[in-house]
């Protein structure tokens, strides 16, 4: 009898959904107007299957069909897809302000963090105020000067753990093999703790904010997981993946860590007198006050602590999946890696470390960066924008809450762009004003106008000197018997896109 009944209830629920999307549909009929091409989708579900596992890529695939502006409906949700520098530069420079809001998947409302979010936070006065506080603390050329050693420091220590690491297993008779990424994981979660926090999190060898780094990466395993309530808000309640109640068990511990560390420096704070104090950027959030009548008068303890923990996960995912993908093409292009040893020998040489006000006479390492960031952008779609009222663009009617996906993927293989798009050449940046400060259109892998990554800046800096520390350090070989020609590119889809298999790598001391 109870088998009869759901049943029942369930043939009901699915009648009422059909009846409802083609009333819909008739209503979309009665006002015919222009919608971009793309994929006739199935009944219900739409273009949700069309994506794949790697949907940048399917994308991608997809312009010779319907060209570089796609109109998908992913389950209940209206999507406009992006593919080319041409597009994305009408998009910015004209419709940036109709489409600054996010499109904020459900997973993250865990916790209410997406109200005290700037990444995927609403457009409106808070974001503003907490935009305009992260530009003061990351973006502006003095206070990036000022952390210049914590930097330095960090990835010292990275170069340390690595060397210790290889002696030890040849001291054991084996090669030396090495997970790459391991490393500048915590050498990139080290820096944002000492910005934010004034200390070092995780130690290579020792178990130190363990705890937290495990329940930072299932947050945001969770957070990259597709998610059929984000297409059908009616299984909201129902979560029928369970990635909302894994969200908010693993978004709570983090949480919970991140309020303990913040009540610890707090009370530091208070027996220290104030020449002794280290002032970082949970100092500046906590000291914020308004002097405007535009947002709150201060930011909540709730919102303190998500801004922290948004810097963990904007500052160390990122950047070390790009430092990864920029090795595995230079291990995959010798000519290449040889090119930069070769730049690094005659501008720093071999009798001291390489250092950020080096970084300007090192054309070629800025070139790699830049050819690294244009084929391996760490968020390929960028963070998805939401349209806050219907608007025209590109001769295309787009509804109020459209979801809009910028392919910055597809756009660096934009062939009206770039000459032999699918290869690696550094070269073509060499003498080309050409960067990735959001006024070039067809390289933005930290995307471009009101929602550009605040943290740019500073991943700059990260990248360009971490890069030339590895390689001015170390002689590299590729590990496990693989040669630049079967090194797998294959990619995996997360919060950022890495690796499918991590690079392995072994190493040898340079002599300086």
């Known amino acids: 009898m109870e088998c009869i009944f759901s049943w029942v209830v369930w043939s009901s629920a699915f009648f009422f959904l059909v009846t409802l999307i083609l009333l819909l549909k008739g209503k979309e009929s009665k006002n015919p107007r222009r919608k971009p091409p793309g ?121 340390q753990f690595i060397e210790e690491d290889v002696a030890a297993a040849q001291a054991r008779g084996e090669s030396g093999e090495l997970n790459l990424v391991h490393y500048l994981f915590v050498m990139a979660f080290n820096i944002i703790g000492n910005l934010t926090l004034s200390r070092d999190l995780l130690n290579s060898h020792s178990t ?141 040489g071999r009798n001291r470390k390489v250092e950020e006000t080096d970084i300007n006479e090192l054309p070629y390492l800025k070139a790699v960066v830049k050819e690294t960031l244009r084929l391996h952008p760490p968020i390929p779609l960028l963070l998805p924008r939401n349209s806050m009222q219907e608007t025209e663009f590109s001769g295309y009617h787009i509804p109020k809450d459209t979801q809009i996906f910028v392919n910055a993927w597809a756009i660096g293989r934009d062939p009206e762009c770039w000459v032999e798009p699918l290869c690696f050449k550094p070269e073509r940046f060499l003498g080309s004003n050409i960067d990735y400060k959001g006024q070039n259109y067809e390289l933005i892998p930290f995307g471009s106008g009101r929602r550009i990554c605040v943290g740019m800046s500073l991943a700059d800096r990260i990248l360009h000197l971490t890069i030339a520390s590895l390689i001015h350090t170390f002689e590299w070989e590729l590990g496990g018997n693989i040669t630049p020609q079967t090194l797998d590119m294959s990619e995996r889809m997360g919060i950022t896109v890495r690796k499918r298999i991590p690079l392995k790598v072994v190493l040898k001391k340079c002599v300086i």
């Open 39 to 159: 994929p006739s989708g199935l009944p219900i579900v739409g273009n949700i299957f069309d994506l794949g596992t790697i949907p940048h890529q399917t994308l991608y695939n997809l312009i010779p069909n319907y060209g570089p502006i796609l109109w998908l409906k992913l389950g209940s949700v209206n999507t406009l897809a992006i593919q080319s520098a041409k597009a994305a530069t009408e998009f910015f420079k004209n419709h940036d302000h109709i489409f600054c809001d996010r499109k904020c998947p459900i997973a993250v409302t865990s916790h209410n963090y997406n109200q005290g979010s700037l990444a995927i936070g609403q457009y409106g006065a808070y974001w503003r105020i907490l935009r305009r506080i992260c530009s003061m603390e990351l973006l502006i050329n003095r206070r990036i000067n000022d952390t210049t050693h914590i930097r330095r420091k960090c990835i010292d220590n990275m170069l």
């Open 208 to 348: 130190e904010g363990e705890e937290f780094f495990a329940a930072m990466s299932k947050v945001m395993e969770w957070a990259g997981a597709p998610n059929l309530a984000d297409f059908f808000p009616f299984l909201q309640r129902l979560d029928p993946q369970g990635i909302k109640k894994g969200m908010d068990r693993d978004m709570g511990r983090a949480m919970h860590i991140i309020a303990g560390l913040v009540k610890e420096r707090t009370v530091k704070d208070n027996k220290m007198t104030k020449e002794k104090r280290i002032n970082d950027f949970l100092d500046a959030v906590l000291e914020y006050e308004s002097v405007g009548k535009e947002g709150p008068d201060k930011i909540s303890n709730q919102n303190v602590i998500i801004i922290i923990l948004e810097m963990f996960f904007a500052g160390s995912e990122t950047t070390s999946s790009t430092l990864e993908w920029a090795m595995t093409e230079l291990l995959r292009n010798p000519e290449s890696m040889r090119k930069i040893k070769e730049e690094l020998d005659r501008i720093v």
